[in-house]
């Protein structure tokens, strides 16, 4: 399951991260992180079964925590499936369907955002 960690300059300063995956023993995803020394995010991914611990082991030391139930977001009204945002994509989120819809597994996406910028109808969105 993915979240979204809000981070603070508080919290920027400090391995907050490490703090969490020593104390909880579990290995976390960082699918992405836009970090600056003002604050920012990091999209974390864990399992399923570590989620509820792993996300107390953030909020015990203050972070503001966001689940990311769609980590992508195609709006089905505009899309034309031409394909254009497959071949950008890293981690082989999008794929045809056998009848040359295109399809989603949106679990596997890590926001790069590449696919918004090559989809030409404006069909997809990073989710918040
Ligand atoms: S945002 Fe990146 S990882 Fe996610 S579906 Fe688009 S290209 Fe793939
Ligand atoms: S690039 Fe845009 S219009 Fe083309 S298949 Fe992907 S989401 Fe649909």
Same mark, same amino acid.
């Given at each position: ?8 300059? @508080? %919290? ?10 020593? @104390? ?16 920012? @995010?990091?999209? %974390?991914?864990?399992? #399923?079964?570590?989620?509820? %611990? ?14 990311? @139930?769609?980590?992508?977001?195609? =709006?089905? =009204? ?27 597994? %949106?679990?596997?996406?890590? #926001? ?8 030409? #109808? ?7």
């Amino acid at each position: 399951m993915k979240f979204i960690l809000h981070a603070t300059t @508080e %919290i920027t300063s400090k391995p907050l991260i490490a703090e969490v995956i020593l @104390e909880t023993g579990t290995l976390l995803n960082i699918d992405r992180a836009d970090v600056k020394s003002s604050g920012g @995010e990091v999209v %974390i991914d864990v399992d #399923q079964d570590r989620y509820d %611990i792993v996300t107390a082991a953030f909020k015990k030391r203050g972070v503001t925590i966001t689940p990311l @139930e769609q980590p992508i977001i195609k =709006d089905d =009204d505009e899309c034309v499936n031409c394909g254009a945002c497959i071949s950008v994509c890293p981690t082989g989120v999008i794929s045809f369907n056998d009848d040359w819809t295109v399809q989603m597994e %949106i679990a596997r996406c890590v #926001q790069c955002g590449a696919c918004v910028t090559m989809c030409p #109808q404006g069909a997809l969105m990073v989710g918040k």
